[in-house]
Every structure is written in C-alpha cells, then in structure tokens.
C-alpha cells in the first residue's frame, strides 16, 4: 500500500509538471515580474511590482506590444536568494520575454546568471548593488543607481555639506546594507573623515540600544544606517530616545512613508539618499493618480522606477520588434528613453549614466528633497 | 441531547470569533499628528479575508466528506480485502524500484526545464529529509539544526573550489560525505553521552552560529555568499541541459542514499537504532552499544546533508548564509514529521509534498492560464480568486500541518504499529 | 571606552535580558509541567503586542487619550488576548496530543506558529506597525541618574517587573495549593489525576498564565523598540528559548538567570567585538554552560523525567 501510494503521487506530481509543457504558440507577450510579496521586505517590493503592472495597464489599452497583449506573470522571492533562483527558473520555464525585478541585491545577483544563460533581458528597478551589473551579463539592467555612487553621495554630503568628521556605521548584514556601509566608509575615510563604529545588526532586530550607548561614547557627530526602512525607522527613534540629536543619514532603503510614519513627520536632521524627488513633476502626475485609482493607496518609493522600467523594457521591445534578448538589450544601450525621472540613458553594463543621488530629508510629514546649499 | 452535543463546538466557534474580532474587522488607523492611534470599524477586510479563502474551504469540507462517506461505506477497506489489489500490491512492493527507477530518470525528457528544476529541488530536499530521518524517525533524538550541515558541505564546496584551480561538484560530493560526518561527530561526541533533547539545542546553535560565522568573514562572501565557478557547476554536454545533468545526479544520489538507509535500517544497526528509540534504558541493559550507535546514526545524517549541499550549491551556482536558517531546518523536520516518522519512503513523499504544493500553488494561476484547455475549463473569477490564494499559501501550510498532526501523528506513511505508539507511549 | 558607556551597556544588556526574561519564563512553565518545547510561544508575544495596539485605539475613541490609565487598561486587555490565543493553542493543537510522542505537539506548534504569523500579516499588516508613542513617551523620554548613566524609567518598569513576576511564580509554584497540582502533573499526571487534581485545568492555567506573561513581554517589547510587525516574536522567541534552555528550562529563576546572562552577553559582545557577532558568542555561551552543566545553571532542581 504504502509504495503504491508513494509511486501514486509520484505520478501526479509529474502530472502536474507535464502541464506546464503544454504551450502553444504564445497570443501574449509574456513579462515576468519578481520581486519580494512575502516576509519583512514584502510590502516595498509589491509596490514595485504594482508599478510595473500600471505600465502594463497603459501598453495594453494602447494596443499592446508588437501587437499581442502583455500578460504579467508575477511571482514572489520572498526576498531568499534560493527561493529567487526557483522564481528565475519559473519565469524562464514558462517563457517570459523579459523580467522586471528582482528588488532586493541579494536575489537579483543569483538569478540575474539564470537569465543570462536563458537570454532574457533583465532589468531590476532596486536592486543598487555594484556586483549585478559588473558581473559582465549582457542584458542585465538596471534603471537606479549603484551603491558605490550613492554611498560617495552620502560620505561627501556628511563631510563636505555637514563638515563632519567622526561617524558611526551600523549595517543589517545583507548583501544590500553591508555593501553600501562599505563604500560609505570607504568614501568617507578617503576625504579624511574617522568611523568611530562600523558594526552589522541582524536585520530581524529591533533593540539597538547597546550598539547607540557605544555610539554616545564614541563621540560620533553622525550616525548613518544602511539597510531598509523596517528597522532603519525604530533604530532612528531609539537614537532620539537615547538623547542623541546628531544628523541620523540613511539610503534609498528608507525612502518610504512608512519610515516618515515611525520616526515622525516633525523629526529634525534625519536625512535620506535617493534619486530625484519626481513628486512635483508634471510627468508623474498621470503615473500617480492611475496608481491610486488601481490600487486605492498611495505609490510607494519604488513603484515609479517599476513603472519607468517597464515602459523602457516596452519601448526598447517594440522599437527592436521583437523580443531577441540580443536586439532589444542593443536598443536599450543605443539610445535615450524618455522616463518619469527624465532623459536616461544607460552605458555598455546595464547601469545609468546619469544616475543622480540627492538627499531628502524630512519636512512637513513628507520626505522632500534637500534644498541645495547655495 | 442534540444541543448538549454541539455546545462546546458552539462556545468554541463563538470564542474564535471574538479573540479574532479585532484582527478581522477591524482597522488600525495610526494618527501622526498626535502620536495616538485610532481604529475603525472595516467589513469589508474580514470579508476579503474569507472570500479569498473561499476555495479552501469547499475544498476542505469536500475532503471532509470524502472521510465520512469512506467511514460509513468502508471503501478503502474493500479495496484492501480485494484480492487482486492485494495481489498488486504484493508485485509492487517487490518490484516497485525497477518502476520508479527509469521513470523517474526519465523526467527531464517529458518536463519542461522549470519543471525539472523544482523535481530537482525536491529531490535535494528528499535526500535532505532522508537523512534527518535517521536521527529523528529512526533513533529518536531530535535534532533542530539539520540546515547547518547542509550549509557546511555547500560552503566547503565553496570555499575549497575558489583555492583551488580545479575543484568541481563531482570531486567535491565524496569529499563532503566524510567531512560533515566529522563534524556530526565531533559535534555528537559531547552531548550524545547525556539524556534528553541537547542534541537539538547544540545542532541549533551550531547552525545559528555557523551562519552568522560566515556572514560575518570576507572570504566567505558575506551575506551575498559565494558565486561559483563555472566549471564547477553542473554542466551540459553532448546536447544534454545542465539542468538535466543535475536532475540525473540528484535523483542518483536520492537512489543511493536509499539504498544505503534501507540496508542499514534492516541490519543489526538498525535494530539497535530502534532499541535506543523505544527504550534506551533498556536497550543498553541488553548490550547495545547506546553511545556509539547514536553517534553514528548522528554522523552519518550529518553526512548526507553535506553531500545535499555540495550538489545544491552545484546546481544553483552559488551559496548563501540563507541556506542554513533556522526555517529551513524546521521545514526538513516538518517534511520527515508529515512523512512518516522513521519511514524512508514517508520522509521522500513528505518532503515531495512540503517542497512541491507551495511552489505549485504559486504557479497554478499562471499554468491555467497558459494551457488552453484549462483556461476554458476554469474562469476568470475562480482564476482571479486562486492568484489571490497563493498569497494564503503560507497560512494553509500551517494550517495542514496542525490538522495532520491531529488526525493522522504517525505521518502520512507511519505504520499502524508506530501509530499507537505515538498515541499511547 | 569610558565607564559611562561601560555602564550603559550593562544597563541595555540588563534591560534586554529582562525582557528576554518574561518570555523565556512561558516557555520554561510548559516545559516544566509538560516537558514539551510550545514552540507557539513567540507568536502568542506577538499576538500580545498587537491586541495592545488596537484597544489602545478602542478605548481613545471611549474615552479621549488618559495615557497611563489606557496604557495599562490596553495591557490588561492584551494579557486577556494572549491568555485566550494560549488556551486556544493548547485545546486545538496540544490536548489531543499530549500523550502521542513528543514530536506530534512540536509539529503542530510549529503550524500554529506559522498559521499565526501569516494571520496577522494578511489581516493586520504586511508592514510594521507603530507602537502610538503618545502613551510610551512618559516611559521612554524620563531618567533616572544612575551614577554617570542614565536609566529610562521604561528599563526600570521592564526590569522591576521582572523581578516581580519571577518572584510571584516562585511563590506560585512552591507555596500555594496550584503550585502542588502543577508541580504533581509535572511529575507524573496519571498519578496526579488519581489523587483527584483536575490535570487539564491545570495544564490549560499553565498555558493561560504563560501566555498572559508573553502579553506583557509583548507590551513592553513593542514600546522599548517602537514598532510592531508580524514575525517579531520569531527572533525574540529564539533567544528567549535559549536563554530557558541557559538557565536550566523547568527552573523559573533559572529562566531569568540565564535571560540576564544572555542579555549580558550580547551587550558585552557588542562592546567588544560588534553586535554582527552576538549570535556566536551567545551560543557559545550556551555551548559551554551545557558541556560543563548538562541541565543548565540552575536545572538540577528539576526531576529527570527519564
């Protein structure tokens, strides 16, 4: 009985794997979005992914892509860089023309090799990372910065803009936060500057409080967090509750309203990196309203880069006309596209060349970006 | 009478709904400004809640049906008093490998590529579950920190692969085997002498701290792991994908790693395996050599999940800390639980099931889609409310392992034998 | 390094193995009556924090903002949620198989634990929440002068109750006529049922008591951290655990014995070598209490049930 039933669903099993073969002739064009639905990191990389879907919206009321309708597959990496390796061979399996995604560094970098050895165009709206792209993958892209531009932008805004000298790095251990606390102190120990503390945290914790009383003794005059928002946030009130007001800096991880929500919408000298504020231009004003139309709640920091990516990835296609990883990957390294976020263009590994970090800060609830010095 | 019998299910139910009241229909509405918090009242999230899992529960009362009705008729016993069912049985538990074998090695030529990778997935996560099954099924200890081991082969791959010019999985595979006995053996030596569950609270530290270990060195590649080289993949040649030169080896090492347990577990080792299990007082008074049986028993599974390791890493192409979280090592010990304690084939079709449901689960939306015949069959509203159900997939599976335990604690291949003995020790 | 930050550290380490502390003491009471890991335990904490949350927000649109009266209202009401979710968890996944093999009820823990996880995050939220800081602030902002450091009076709550509560169970279990019934059904509950102790009552009061303390850990976690979010008691769970297992798990002051000593340890460890290292050092810590002392600091006390 026992190895019946063990052969038994052995069969359905591959039963139900054989029905993935069954494909015809594609009617759509296939876009795989990927991204992190699930876990802590859940909420910002389904905003991406909304992003993307109101640009799918827009191509298909249009007319669609080469004239077939765009149909996403979306599937969910739980921000695990295994579980994005098993989304990769998903998407490639059930024939996706390219994919946007994935958000977090750590799953892009192990699935980016899959879509290269599959030919597909990949082009991720977060992931900052330098390895992604300078792994030499030919239709890699990505339409942020990289962690090595934005971690100089912070260094230099602390030494130069602030004229500080001694800071205090705290990471979260991931390949995300940990790589851009290097290159800050990297940057920052080059202009002269000292860390006084470079420590990591598990990016499951919440009690900081030990790590801040050595930061009090040290004498830092800033304190610069890289990781996301979902402890960035209860790190920097546990700073102010400690009763240190040095400027608290951190990176396009904690570019949400969530973070403005914890640290409060009064909070002074708290800093943030990210690209330029888009809220007030005219562009983004359609992009804005269509996605609370869709999704009934406002964008989130990464759902116009999803949005921007999609609608190059889309252009590129239907300029190339057709879906050759091989052609369209030439087209997007041929020439500007129009964005949200302005002319881009971007250069032979898949990066921006004009990718331009600013600071933001927090101003009336909102974070806005920093008035330049004169 | 009636009403006497259904009070406690009555209060129970009543007693679900208003500890979950606030979490259902109600809705936080933090107020900044102020620093406070407000709720409101908000139907329409409960009812989302339920309308999405709508499906989940036709499908769970059409099982619970399916119970009763073979209660009451007594089908599944008919059929085991049938005569020509017993009689195919009989050939099939005699013959059974000579079926599975080529079948399933002949996977890859009727799946598609994904298809093939997550069968390879689970085939590494059986082999996983096998090995746990030694310790836990068969001898009884338990064991909280099983990913460790599997992450130590993957990093000794790793890490030996980029010091030397030539180091590829197949070197690396036999080469695994002895070294993460090793380390099960050094790690079982101190705690294996003493009674009660310290073999899972020093596996689950070693675990813990093997990972933040290398997370934390440079040369084993932080929290992004180690990319590796391409000549130590798998690789294709001769016209055969990679993918399916990896699916082949899994399945290989799925096939001897059976073997292996099986022959063991029905020698005098296994006997002794199981005299600790039932009764360790009693199984040393009569000579069993306790110590050293549960050191090998330990070692051994050790052993296994480092040769895991070496061909996951292999087929990936990378390794990361992730590899050994505390969660992964609780789901292989879900996936021996669900299968059927100290039962091999159970711990292959428990890890089949906990790897394979999840991941199809997901997929499922994008497979109807994708199939023309299923598309028609199925429409858009119940397609919708399955996209909606992969979100939930992770609170079914919690669900199902609370409802399995309850109806069926020896696991789904657990013998009737074991099966009063989980009830009644 | 100067003293002050020595001592400020030793103060955050106390105050986080405090906190480790209440958890840890559910875990060790079902341990010590049933000998059975609730593995469920992080999430009932988890729980706690949230039903805080959400009557602190019934009670403002009752009666207006009275910070201290609703914060303490709010954690009575949370002790009664999380009281609740123990006994539920104890009546669904743990009744039926409290005599089948010891790991039938660890694998429905481990499925109540992610059931309830998955719960709050698709009914409440996927994000974190906001502990309101209106009701936290009188806590957190006000010190204490303690020689060069400063104590906020949130670490002295968090450390006097405590102390309190450890030293009330204490009381419980070895001076009252409850602490005879579960301290017999730990022992051997077919013998304690024969000599007329109710043994479900008292196994389901070890589970709601457990359970009410994981509200408070839950309450005071949330306010000392500032956010709330579905998978918090995950972690906090695993060390709390550990810290059990420390101190001796059975042994409630064994419980916050080896809590503080983690605590310590982690304060220390980020003093000296960086918090990234926390995890090694304290399983380390954990490696070598159990080669030295096999049953943990204070776990002789304990019967072994073998």
Known sequence: ???????????????????????????????????????????????????????????????????????PMILDDGAQPQQAVTVAQSLIGSGVAAVIGHFNSGCTIPASRLYNDAKIVEISPGSTNPLYTEQGFPYAFRICGRDDQQGVVIASFLHDQLKLNKIAILDDKTTYGEGLAKVVKKAFEDKGGTVVMFQGIDKNDRDFRANLSIVQGSGAEAFVWGGMYAAGGPLCVQLR?????????????????????????????????????????????????????????????????????????????????????????????GQPFDTILGKIEFDAKGDLKQAGYVIWTVKDGKLQELAPTP | MAMSRWRPYLLGALGLA????????????????????KVAWSPAHGLKFFDDLLPVFVVAFLIWAGVRANRQWGWSDALERNAAWQKANLAGQHYWAWFTMPLVLS???????????LLTNAGIYMVLALGLNITVGMTGLLVLGYAGFFAFGAYFFALTQEQLPYFPWWMAAPLAFPLGGGVGYLLGLPCLRLRGDYLAIVTLGFAEAFRETIRNLDFAGGDQGIILHDYSMFRGFAGIHSGTMCYVVTALTLFLAVFLVQRLYHSPVGRAWIAIRENEIAAASVGVP???????????????????????????????????????SIMVLAMVILGGLGNSYGALLGAGLLYLVPEYLKLLPSTIQDSPALAALVPAS???????????????????????????????????????????P | MTAQTLIEILINGISRGAMYALVALGYTMVYGVLGMINFAHGEIFMIGMFACVYALGVFSLMWGDHAMVNLTLAMVVAMVFSAAYGYANERIAYRRLRKAHVLAPLTSAIGISTFLQYFIFLTVSKDSVNFPRYYSDWLTNNHLRLGPADVTYLQVTILGLTLVIMGGLYYLINHTRMGIALRATAQDQLMASLVG???????AFTFILGSALAAIAGVMFSMYSNVLVFDAGYRVGLKAFTAAILGGIGNIPGAVLGAMILGLTEALTTLQFGSEWNDVTTFGVLMLVLLLRPRGLLGERVADKV
């Open chain 1, 1 to 71: 009985m026992r190895k019946l039933s063990l052969l038994l669903s052995l069969a359905v099993a591959t039963m139900l794997t054989g029905c993935q073969k069954a494909q015809e002739a594609p009617a759509t064009i296939k876009i795989g979005l990927a991204g992190a639905q699930t876990g802590s990191d859940g909420q910002i990389g389904l905003s991406m992914i909304n992003g993307s879907l109101v640009a799918i919206d827009e191509w298909n009321a249009k007319g669609g892509l080469l004239g077939k309708q765009i149909e």
């Open chain 1, 241 to 333: 509750q400690a009763g240190l007001n040095i400027p608290f800096v951190s990176d396009d991880g904690c570019q949400d309203q969530a973070f403005v929500d914890t640290v409060g919408g009064t909070a002074q000298n708290v800093f943030v990196s990210f690209g330029k504020d888009y809220h007030n231009l005219p562009a983004a004003q359609p992009f804005l309203a269509a996605y609370q139309k869709k999704f009934n709640q406002p964008e989130g920091a990464y759902s116009v880069y999803g949005y921007d990516a999609a609608n190059v990835l889309f252009t590129a296609i239907q300029t190339a006309g057709t879906t050759d990883a091989e052609k369209v990957s030439a087209v997007m390294k």
């Open chain 2, 18 to 37: 208003a500890m979950t009241f606030p979490f259902l229909w109600l809705e936080l509405r933090p107020d900044f400004a102020n620093n406070t918090v």
């Open chain 2, 107 to 117: 996977g890859p030529f009727f799946l598609s590529a994904s298809g093939t990778g």
């Open chain 2, 290 to 328: 306790v110590v050293q049986m549960k050191l090998l028993a330990f070692s051994l599974s050790a052993a296994i999940a480092a040769v895991a390791g070496v061909i996951y890493a292999a087929k990936d192409g990378f390794v990361s800390p992730a590899m050994c979280e505390f969660q992964q």
């Open chain 2, 382 to 424: 119940v397609r919708d409310s399955l996209q909606d159900l992969s979100n939930y997939r992770l609170l079914l599976f919690g669900a199902v392992m609370v409802l399995m335990m309850l109806q069926r604690p020896q696991g789904l291949l657990g013998s009737r034998r074991r099966k009063t003995e989980m009830l009644h």
């Open chain 3, 197 to 203: 102790i109710p043994v479900n009552r008292t196994i």
